[in-house]
C-alpha cells in the first residue's frame, strides 16, 4: 500500500513539459477565427412598414452616415470605429477606439 506521504512530486522536466504544453495552446488559440459584427444603427418599424418593403425601399436608421459604429463579438464591444471604403470597393472600419474590456469578448 501506498504511503500518502510518499506522494510524487513534480520534477523540473514535468513542469517543462506542462509550461510547453500551455504555449502550444495559447499560439493555436489565436489562429481561431471569430466573427466580428459592426452595428452601423437600428429601424423600428410597424409590422404594417415591414410587409411594405420592396425592392428599392430605403429604411431609414437611428445614425447618420459618419456616426461612429460599434465592433463587438458575441455582443460585447471590443472597439469603435468609422466607415471607411476598403481599396477594392468594400465597406471597411477605421479603428478610432479600443474598448477597455475588449480582450474580455474572447472569454
Known amino acids: ?7 510524487v512530486q ?22 481561431v477565427p471569430v466573427t466580428v459584427t459592426v ?5 423600428r ?10 425592392p428599392e425601399s430605403i429604411v431609414p436608421l437611428t445614425s447618420r452616415i459618419d456616426d461612429p459604429v460599434d465592433l463587438a463579438i458575441d455582443n460585447k464591444i471590443i472597439a469603435r470605429g468609422e466607415l471607411v471604403e476598403t481599396e477594392d470597393g468594400t ?10 474590456q475588449a480582450s474580455d469578448a474572447l472569454g
Open 10 to 31: 513534480p520534477t523540473a522536466e514535468d513542469d517543462r513539459r506542462e509550461s510547453s504544453n500551455s504555449n502550444k495552446y495559447r499560439r493555436s488559440i489565436f489562429n
Open 91 to 100: 465597406l471597411g472600419v477605421k479603428i478610432t477606439e479600443i474598448a477597455e
Open 39 to 43: 452595428s452601423i444603427g437600428q429601424a
Open 1 to 7: 500500500m501506498a504511503n500518502p506521504e510518499e506522494a
Open 45 to 54: 418599424l410597424s409590422v404594417s412598414e415591414i410587409l411594405e418593403l420592396r
